[in-house]
C-alpha cells in the first residue's frame, strides 16, 4: 500500500504513523513527498541505499574489496538531500536510478564470484 492509498482510504495519518511508515512499512517510495523519499531510501530496508549498501558488504565478504565502497558517493550524495530543507524531485530520482543501476551490477558480480567459488 502506498503513502497517498493510505490517506485516500480516509485515514489521515498522524506524524508517528507516516514516520513509522516511511522507516518500516513502506515497500517503494510512491506517493511520497522529495524529504520522505529521501529518508525511505537512505533507511527502509527496501530504499535503495540499504540494499546496495548489503549487496556491497555481501561482496566484500566474497573478496570482492571496491564492495567496502560501493554506496560511498551515494551515501554523501542522500546525505545532502536529507539535510535540505526542500531537495529535488530530479535529484533524488537521478540518484536512485543510479544505485538501482549498481545494485544490478553489484548483483551481477556477487553471482559470478559465487559461481567462481
Excluded at 518500516?24 to 546496495?52: P, Y
Excluded at 544505485?99 to 564470484?113: A, C, L, V
Amino acid at each position: 500500500m502506498t503513502l497517498n492509498k493510505q490517506n485516500t482510504e480516509g485515514k489521515n495519518m498522524k506524524t508517528h504513523d507516516r514516520v513509522n511508515y516511511i522507516f518500516d512499512t513502506a515497500t517503494n517510495d510512491k506517493g511520497m513527498n522529495a524529504k520522505e523519499k529521501v529518508t525511505f531510501h537512505n533507511f527502509n530496508s527496501n530504499g535503495s541505499l540499504v540494499i546496495l549498501r548489503e549487496l556491497g558488504w555481501t561482496g566484500y565478504d566474497l573478496g570482492l574489496t571496491s564492495g567496502a565502497f560501493a554506496t560511498h558517493y551515494y551515501s554523501e550524495e542522500m546525505d545532502k538531500l536529507q539535510g535540505q530543507k526542500k531537495p529535488r524531485y530530479n535529484k533524488i530520482n537521478s540518484l536512485v536510478k543510479m544505485m538501482n543501476e549498481d545494485i544490478k551490477r553489484w548483483e551481477e558480480k556477487i553471482n559470478k564470484t559465487k559461481e567462481g567459488k
